[in-house]
């Protein structure tokens, strides 16, 4: 069973950090594109980040780049997200997706 389970949302301050963790299960992960999505309330949902299978490709939007960065370790199946410098347009659900498959999402909140 293809899986992914997000970790490490929460309640943050403007200008704090945080780090998404997403374990991956049920498929060769290192074989796998892996990208962070968001969504935030009333909105579509946008990609904020893209790691190649190897780890040696990232790409971001002009909204995150500078401020994020996505990581992965294929010995242990997971995908991270580096969030420095917050801002409350930042809050969202935070998604992570391989393989055709989404986790359930971890909320990220940015506020004071």
């Known amino acids: 069973q293809v899986q992914l389970v997000e970790s490490g949302g929460g309640l943050v301050q403007p200008g704090g950090s945080l780090r998404l963790s997403c374990a991956a299960s049920?498929?060769?992960?290192?074989?796998?594109?892996m990208s962070w999505y968001r969504q935030a309330p009333g909105k579509e949902r946008e990609l904020v980040a893209t790691i190649s299978s190897t780890g040696g490709s990232t790409n971001y939007p002009d909204s995150v780049k500078g401020r994020f960065t996505i990581s992965r370790d294929n010995a242990q199946n997971t995908v991270y997200l580096q969030m420095n410098s917050l801002k409350p347009e930042d809050t969202a659900v935070y998604y992570c997706?391989?393989?055709?498959?989404w986790g359930q999402g971890t909320l990220v909140t940015v506020s004071s």
């Open positions: 049920g498929f060769t992960f290192r074989n796998y594109v």
């Open positions: 997706r391989g393989r055709n498959v």
